[in-house]
């Protein structure tokens, strides 16, 4: 069984960065693929970014292309999310994410979940 922590967010100004992280542990092996999605009040969840690490592939959604990052230490089990330039319709619940799919990279298609981590973005 795989277990994902996410934690890192919290308030931040309009324009202002922020970097969320999340531990993959347990018995199984981490998934290939782990991503972030974000979920708004009264909103579906939402894609934000993935990354394979038998493909080496990262991927984005539209909404942050350029201003986040994701990035992988696989050494640590952990994966980041570098958000910049940040935007009041960006504060939403952040979720860590796993999967075995790279085809399929929508809620539906990941199998194992963090617990969330909130981000407030507001002057």
């Known amino acids: 069984q795989v277990h994902l922590t996410d934690f890192g967010g919290g308030s931040v100004q309009p324009g202002g960065s922020l970097k969320l992280s999340c531990v993959v542990s347990?018995?199984?092996?981490?998934?290939?693929?782990l991503g972030w999605f974000r979920q708004a009040p009264g909103k579906k969840r939402e894609f934000i970014a993935a990354?394979?690490?038998?493909?080496?592939?990262?991927d984005y959604g539209d909404s942050v292309k350029g201003r986040f990052t994701l990035s992988r230490d696989n050494a640590k089990n952990t994966v980041y999310l570098q958000m910049g330039s940040l935007k009041s319709e960006d504060t939403a619940d952040y979720y860590c994410?796993?999967?075995?799919?790279?085809?399929?990279?929508?809620?539906?298609?990941?199998?194992?979940w963090g617990q969330g981590t909130h981000v407030t973005v507001s002057s």
């Open positions: 994410a796993g999967s075995t799919n790279w085809r399929c990279l929508i809620e539906e298609c990941f199998t194992s």
């Open positions: 347990g018995d199984a092996l981490s998934p290939d693929i």
């Open positions: 990354h394979g690490r038998s493909s080496g592939l990262t």
